[in-house]
């Protein structure tokens, strides 16, 4: 009986645990919906948020307790695609829902968004959003269209934006 319990606990995931750590407002410099965010972070004790770049993408990785949990994205891509054609080489999953006619794609656990008016003339590129929680065992679309939402919007605003493609 005692053993049942045991594993009957065990099992909870982190149902009833905490965060030691406190949600980040900004993801390597570009701010989220933070309450979006929280939906798709463990209990844990450490948060740590680390720059990932290489030629054309800016990554950003959310690690809880030495897991990666979210991944964000900035990607230059060939301008006059769609945001679903870009997201078609990237998904890790079926992306099953749309926003503001098909400038956002997402599901429950990855989005992609297209930026309004960050356009790389010389390299004929569009800058592109990402962010993938694969590594949460959370799901939810509301929260995810909320995350892309407030994701692109600060990317747009950015330096990034006007920089164009590296």
């Known amino acids: ?21 406190a949600v980040p407002r900004t993801l390597c410099g570009t701010a989220v919906d933070r309450g ?10 450490e948060i740590a948020v680390k720059e990932k770049s290489s030629s054309g993408h800016e990554r ?5 307790d030495g897991k990666l949990i979210v991944t964000t994205a900035q990607m230059w891509a060939e301008a006059d695609r769609t945001t679903a054609f870009t997201a078609a080489r990237q ?10 006619g098909g400038r956002f794609v997402y599901s429950e ?3 992609f968004g297209k930026t309004r008016g960050c356009v790389d003339a010389k390299y004929q590129q569009e800058l592109y959003t990402v962010i993938q929680a694969d590594g949460s065992k959370r799901r939810d679309a509301d929260a995810m269209k909320r995350l892309i939402l407030s994701f692109t919007e600060a990317v747009e605003e950015s330096a990034a934006c006007t920089a164009g493609a590296l």
Do not use: H, K, W
């Open 60 to 64: 950003c990785q959310v690690i809880v």
């Open 1 to 21: 009986m005692v053993a049942m319990l045991v594993l009957l606990v065990a099992g909870c995931g982190d149902e009833g645990q905490e965060r030691a750590y």
């Open 109 to 111: 656990n990855e989005a």
């Open 36 to 45: 979006a965010l929280a939906t798709f972070l463990p209990a844990g004790s």
């Open 91 to 100: 998904s890790i999953g079926a992306l099953d829902e749309t926003a503001e």
